[in-house]
């Protein structure tokens, strides 16, 4: 089963910027949908945005705009650049696999990586 190894997150003040990544342990399918999800405190986990491959990504409306999600095939690596960022962006993120844009998260949770929007 493949596992992803998120980067490592940290502080950020209201309107910056910061990029995530993470890893898979083994090549992926470009076939196969990844997608960055988050879970702030006291709330459920949820989807922040997906990608199957360039063209096809899906995003939360409250993010849309905002982040951007890319994909390195070759380094079986997803990216999350994360804009004009704000308190309620702080959560633990986490990468995930799935078949498509549209279904459910198949693997196992990593660690995650967090991400902290404060003055």
């Known amino acids: 089963q493949v596992q992803f190894v998120e980067s490592r997150g940290g502080l950020v003040q209201p309107g910056g910027s910061l990029r995530l990544s993470c890893t898979a342990s083994?090549?992926?399918?470009?076939?196969?949908?990844v997608g960055w999800y988050r879970q702030a405190p006291g709330k459920q986990r949820e989807l922040v945005a997906v990608?199957?491959?360039?063209?096809?990504?899906k995003y939360a409306s409250s993010v849309k705009g905002r982040f951007t999600i890319s994909r390195d095939n070759a380094k079986n690596t997803v990216y999350l650049q994360m804009n004009s960022l704000k308190p309620e962006d702080t959560a633990v993120y986490y990468c995930?696999?799935?078949?498509?844009?549209?279904?459910?998260?198949?693997?196992?949770w990593g660690q995650g990586t967090q991400v902290t929007v404060s003055s």
């Open positions: 990608i199957r491959v360039r063209s096809m990504t």
């Open positions: 083994r090549t992926i399918s470009s076939i196969y949908a």
């Open positions: 995930n696999l799935q078949d498509t844009l549209d279904s459910s998260p198949r693997g196992s």
